[in-house]
């Protein structure tokens, strides 16, 4: 039986009764938001929800089952929000009223709850089982939360003004009081927050630009190395990799001086790719070791020369791990600290990374809301294009630990 029933099935009493009460939740909500002004935040909310209400209404009055679906997970996200408040918070601060309230709302809603799993609605969804859709709904919605709410905080960090983000008594996840682009401000003019973000944008292209030029070659020469010879040079490449940076720095630090490169982006440009190769090779292997050698003989017979089939047959099928060697290296740079702090102290040289904790730290002075609008910034590009790319991502990353 399809979720949009025929109009012969009967409604049961219970489903109209709900879907009334839903339209008046609805109006009540409407008419509240036209007459109370709680900002642009608190009206989108009561919007969303006045939309949900008249949603869920009019599915469960047609016998849409995925009106019912989210009816009940929204009961089930309730029992739990109570239960959370009732057992963390009203008991063990001597809420009593607000426990009971909490109670007779967990009551209310696992009643529904019930009624929504009876026979006769069961009958007139068709026997249709909620659970398995809510329990899905439900675990996305949670990892959803985690994975979003950094960024939540970070805007509404952002635009707070220091009072309303230090006062105990305020919501710390709204905007208690008008927001502000003080915190822009001191970041944008009163930084080189600008220089700073260049500095790393372009260090972050060299070095993704040198490790491609000696990873890809090497990767493809260790894997076609006939023999053992191949994965265990391999092997050890990678391991140097795993040395921690806190060692390499004051040798490195040496070979920066001698060079004259000390406090220029110079300096880690040359620095970086000693960590972004070895890696890069380890996954380039395990692409290059996954494409028959027999498609590069082809290619050769047919009149390429070695460094052609390379170029245009390996690797274009290796575009999954050259983009996750892309957003590793970069990412790396963008996130690197110990380098970036040793070798560079002039101010306009800064990267990212360290020029935000450095002069948006005042001894015990925290400036929150531009170290948030500097995280916000400097993460979202990032984010961006790893959600862009998430598919070829995985594989690179898969095929590279399976391969390699």
């Not at 109370?36 to 009019?58: E, M, Q, R, Y």
């Not at 001698?258 to 395990?286: E, H, N």
Request: charged share 10%; hydrophobic share 55%; with cysteine.
């Amino acid at each position: 039986m399809s979720e949009i029933q025929t109009a012969e099935v009967k409604r049961p009493l219970g489903l109209t009764a709900i879907s009334i009460l839903l339209v008046v939740s609805a109006l009540a909500l409407l008419v509240q938001m036209l007459m109370h002004h709680s900002g642009a935040l608190g009206i989108t909310a009561k919007f969303v929800a006045v939309l949900t209400f008249l949603f869920i209404a009019g599915g469960l009055w047609k016998i849409y089952n995925g009106a019912r679906v989210l009816l009940f997970f929204l009961l089930v996200s309730e029992v739990i929000g109570c239960l959370m408040a009732l057992f963390l918070y009203a008991l063990r601060q001597s809420q009593y009223r607000l426990s009971a309230f909490l109670v007779i709302e967990i009551c209310i809603a696992a009643g529904l709850l019930w009624y929504l799993q009876s026979p006769s609605i069961k009958r007139a969804f068709g026997g249709l089982n909620p659970w398995p859709p809510t329990v899905k709904i439900l675990v996305l919605t949670v990892f959803t939360v985690l994975l979003a709410f950094p960024f939540y905080w970070m805007v509404i960090a952002t635009f707070k003004r220091n009072i309303d983000l230090y006062a105990m008594d305020n919501n710390p996840f709204i905007f208690n009081l008008p927001p502000t682009l003080e915190n822009l401000r001191l970041l944008f003019f009163e930084t080189d927050f600008v220089r700073w973000l260049g500095n790393t944008a372009l260090v972050g292209v060299l070095v993704v630009i040198i490790t491609l030029l000696l990873s890809l070659p090497a990767a493809y020469s260790l894997a076609r190395l006939t023999g053992r010879w191949g994965e265990r040079l391999g092997i050890a490449i990678f391991l140097t990799y795993l040395v921690p940076p806190t060692l390499l720095f004051i040798p490195l630090s040496r070979v920066v001086a001698v060079l004259g490169l000390q406090d220029t982006i110079w300096s880690l440009v040359l620095v970086y790719p000693s960590v972004t190769v070895p890696f890069s090779i380890w996954l380039l292997m395990g692409f290059f070791k996954s494409i028959p050698k027999e498609l590069e003989d082809a290619a050769m017979v047919d009149g390429l020369t070695r460094f052609g089939a390379f170029v245009r047959m390996v690797v274009p099928i290796s575009l999954s791990g050259i983009l996750t060697v892309v957003i590793f290296t970069f990412t790396l740079v963008t996130q690197e600290f110990v380098y970036a702090l040793t070798f560079i102290s002039p101010e306009s040289q800064q990267m990212v990374g360290v020029g935000i904790p450095i002069f948006l730290v005042r001894g015990d002075v925290y400036f929150w809301g531009s170290l948030m609008a500097a995280c916000l910034t400097a993460s979202l590009p990032i984010a961006f294009v790893y959600n862009l790319f998430l598919d070829r991502f995985i594989a690179g990353f898969t095929v590279g630990a399976v391969k390699g």
